[in-house]
Every structure is written in structure tokens, then in C-alpha cells.
């Protein structure tokens, strides 16, 4: 009898923390997002917490294109991906790994600087270029193989060298300090902060949010107009593909932000309600407004009819 109450109290005990790691999973959200997310999606979070006491947020931080690798290559768990760049789950994700692709949010090319930066009372829209080109200036940009904002680069000097009618321009400019080239954007904000570098290239809401100096490009160059669409397709860039050695074809075009629930999401339930928070005019939307990311919803999708039920109002069929 004694044998059997203990083996009764064993599985009790088993079934209460079996139950208990499930309520926990229950509650548990795993955000992947592009790092200049950073700033607004901890408001998001914040406020998605408040609205749903109880939950826990863990979140992964890293360029769009590594983000997606982790997803896809690393099997990592991901409830929400959130991309800086919407093609990367066309590209990397969708049909493996991802169903839809939601877009929300644009941006802007910068040449991003502070007070101390050598150069800095000159600068402008007609010598920005030359002055990157000073043996005196360093200047960092992302790496374009995991960080949407490394490949928008290439692409603003592709465009560059067309708009300044200077040939050669992209690969001088593109040669030149190197060693400065980083994982993601916001790894850059330490060099120039230190004042190991001059200048970066990064997008206008991160500059905004970190209070710095920056340089609006003319929006022939700067991948912000939608009605520049055609114009900026006329460059492209050479990335990694989904498998090893394989290259894609990058062209360029306005920027625009995308989310999407990967196929392995561990809380599909809880993620639709994240979605649902980000996608919200009052909520999540606004506080892209607020942190200089103009909204695009509803936008077109081409996986319209993937989408569930309760985010369709978001999309446009194309």
C-alpha cells in the first residue's frame, strides 16, 4: 500500500510540473526581430505585456537575413519574425518555412554622424560622397549577407553613382574601410559613439531615436519613395541564397518592413495576438509613428490567401 501511495505521489508530482511547463510555454512569446526594431518593438512589448498580463517575451536581435537563417538553417523555435526588410521572408522563409508575409512599416536611407564627427559642418547632399572618400574620414556600414541595412547600402551607392554621374564611384566608395563593416546596423552605433568611425550609413528612424545627426539623402538614392519603385530596381546586389554557395539576385526597391509566424512557432495562438497588437492602428502602428517609421497598412500580399482569418484586414489581395 505504501508502494503504491509513493508511486501515486511520483506521478502526481510529474503530471503537476509536466502541466506547469505547459502553462509556462503558454505564456512564453519568442520574437525574432531586425535590429533596428530595437527601440520600438521594446515599446510594443511593453505595451503588449500590459494588455496581456503574464506573458513572457523573450526576444532574438540580429540582421533580417541572420534572423531568418536561424529559422531556417537552425531550426530555432520563433513565434514572430520581424524582418527590416520584407523580401527576406519571401526569399529566405516562405513556402519552407513560413506561409504569409505581412508588411507594415517603411524607412529611409542616412549618412549618420554626430557633432564630433570630422567634416561634420560641411557635409551635404552635393559632397557627402567625396568626404567618405577622405583618407582623413572612416565611415561603417552592415554586412549585406545578414543585414538588409549592408545590402541597402550597396544599393544607395549603386544609385549614387548614377545620380552623380561620377562612374567608378560605387566601388571606391564600397573598397574603402572595410574593417568597419558589422553584423547588423545598430552595431554600428558603438563605433561611431566611440568615435572609431565618422559616419555610417543607417536608416533615419534609428538615427531620430538615438538622438543623432544625420544627412537625408535625395530620394533618388535614399530606397524611400514607393513612386520611385522602377527607378530603384535599376541596381541590384549579389547575396547568399538559402543554401550554401547559392547566390540570389537583391534588386533594389522602396523599403518596406514584414512579419510573418514561422511554421514552428510554439505558441501559434499567442503570436496571432502579437500580430494582432503590432498591426494595430492605436497600438503597435502608432508607436512605429512615433519612433519616425511610416506605416504601410493594408498593403498588398502575395500570399493573401495564407493568411489567418483574423489578420486578412490587415492585407490587400494582389
Known amino acids: 500500500m505504501k508502494k503504491l501511495l509513493n508511486n501515486i505521489t511520483f506521478f502526481a508530482l510529474v503530471f503537476g510540473m509536466i502541466c506547469s511547463i505547459g502553462a509556462q510555454n503558454n505564456n512564453q512569446l519568442i520574437i525574432f526581430h531586425a535590429g533596428s526594431l530595437t527601440v520600438p518593438f521594446q515599446k510594443i512589448i511593453d505595451g503588449f505585456k500590459k494588455d496581456n498580463p ?17 529559422i531556417s538553417e537552425l531550426k530555432k523555435p520563433c513565434d514572430v519574425f520581424a524582418s527590416a526588410d520584407y523580401v527576406v521572408i519571401d526569399q529566405l522563409l516562405i513556402p519552407e518555412f513560413a506561409s504569409w508575409n505581412l508588411r507594415f512599416a517603411s524607412n529611409e536611407m542616412a549618412i549618420v554622424y554626430t557633432a564630433k564627427s570630422r567634416r561634420a559642418k560641411e557635409i551635404s547632399q552635393n559632397n557627402w560622397h567625396k568626404i567618405l572618400l577622405d583618407d582623413k574620414i572612416n565611415f561603417g556600414r552592415s554586412d549585406p549577407n545578414s543585414d538588409p541595412c549592408g545590402y541597402r547600402t550597396v544599393l544607395t551607392m549603386k544609385l549614387a553613382e548614377s545620380f552623380y554621374k561620377q562612374k567608378g564611384l560605387s ?9 568597419y563593416i558589422r553584423p547588423k546596423e545598430v552595431d554600428l552605433l558603438a563605433l561611431l ?18 538622438g543623432l545627426k544625420y544627412l537625408i539623402l535625395p530620394d533618388e538614392i535614399n530606397l524611400k519613395k514607393a513612386e520611385l519603385e522602377d527607378h530603384y530596381k535599376q541596381v541590384s546586389v549579389e547575396l547568399s541564397g538559402k543554401k550554401p554557395g547559392e547566390q540570389i539576385t537583391q534588386a533594389g526597391g522602396s523599403m518596406v518592413y514584414g512579419v510573418t509566424i514561422p511554421k514552428n512557432s510554439p505558441n501559434h495562438k499567442l503570436a496571432i495576438k502579437f500580430v494582432l497588437y ?29 493568411l489567418p482569418k483574423e489578420l486578412k484586414k490587415f492585407a490587400k489581395k494582389k
Open 278 to 306: 503590432l498591426m494595430d492602428n492605436e497600438k503597435g502602428l502608432k508607436v512605429m509613428r512615433e519612433m519616425g517609421q511610416p506605416t504601410v497598412v493594408p498593403s498588398l500580399c502575395e500570399h493573401y490567401d495564407k
Open 171 to 179: 566601388d571606391k566608395v564600397l573598397s574603402k574601410d572595410n574593417e
Open 193 to 210: 559613439e566611440a568615435g572609431e568611425v565618422d559616419y555610417i550609413f543607417l536608416y533615419r528612424s534609428v538615427a531620430e531615436q538615438h
Open 54 to 70: 503574464g506573458v513572457e517575451v523573450l526576444k532574438e536581435i540580429a540582421g533580417s537575413r541572420e534572423c531568418a537563417r536561424k
